[in-house]
């Protein structure tokens, strides 16, 4: 059975670092793993989809990546933004199937 | 409009009464999901559905119904209300085969 666990539950940054979110995994025959946003009463944003065929995947300052053999994934942000404040979550299949199973999430919260 | 769509957005309602909850999307996406999220718990899955007429439980089913008769809606209903029912519910949708999950605006329901 997959479970996800992101470590840690939240985080505080000043403005400008570079900064590392972490998400683990354990059915290595993960095939995909997606990386989401979520802003306090809202919905969740997709972010970022990491085929198990890849290694990383880019957009604008996020840029994510997925090693199947350690189960982890990690979500580097460049440049954190007051605007990046926002809990992240990452999920992964159950099995082969579409069913997503979460963590529960890293509250990042960017220091002006 | 365009995407996926929840309603209603609030709800409050009484114990032992019926709730029915809409989720609509308009991609034609193969597969709907419903979720809760609670503090503590995250995101945890309560129903899915592959196709129109084909549906299946998650992790937490006990207390719901649901039914897909047209690709775009999946309602889902809540029987008999329980206190234990409130939390904020999100729909989803994907086409499947390695895609991203995108998920509505969420609706939180409240049961006094």
């Known amino acids: 059975k997959q479970e996800v666990t992101q470590i840690p539950a939240a985080l505080s940054v000043p403005e400008g670092e570079n900064l590392v979110l972490n998400c683990s995994f354990t059915?290595?025959?993960?095939?995909?793993l997606q990386w989401f946003r979520q802003d306090p009463g809202k919905g969740l944003t997709s972010l970022l989809l990491?085929?198990?065929?890849?290694r990383e995947q880019t957009s604008g300052r996020l840029n994510a990546s997925l090693d199947k053999s350690s189960g982890r994934s990690t979500l580097y942000i460049a440049a954190s933004q007051p605007g990046d404040s926002a809990t992240y979550l990452c999920a992964g299949p159950q099995g082969g199937s579409e069913k997503l199973v979460f963590g529960k999430g890293t509250k990042l919260t960017v220091n002006p | 409009d365009a995407g996926i769509t929840q309603s209603p957005r609030y709800k409050i309602t009484e114990t032992g009464r019926q709730v029915t909850l809409m989720c609509h999307q308009t991609w034609s996406h193969s597969y709907m999901f419903w979720y809760r999220q609670d503090l503590g718990h995250g995101l945890r899955l309560i129903y899915y559905?592959?196709?129109?007429?084909?549906?299946d439980k998650g992790e937490v089913p006990d207390g719901y119904v649901v039914s897909r008769s047209k690709t775009e809606n999946f309602p889902l209903t809540l029987e008999s209300a329980t206190r234990s029912q409130t939390s904020v519910y999100f729909c989803?949708?994907?086409?499947?085969?390695?895609?991203?999950?995108?998920f509505g605006p969420g609706t939180r329901l409240t049961v006094t």
């Open positions: 059915d290595s025959a993960i095939y995909n």
């Open positions: 559905s592959a196709a129109a007429d084909i549906t």
């Open positions: 990491i085929q198990s065929s890849q």
């Open positions: 989803a949708s994907t086409p499947g085969g390695s895609y991203e999950q995108y």
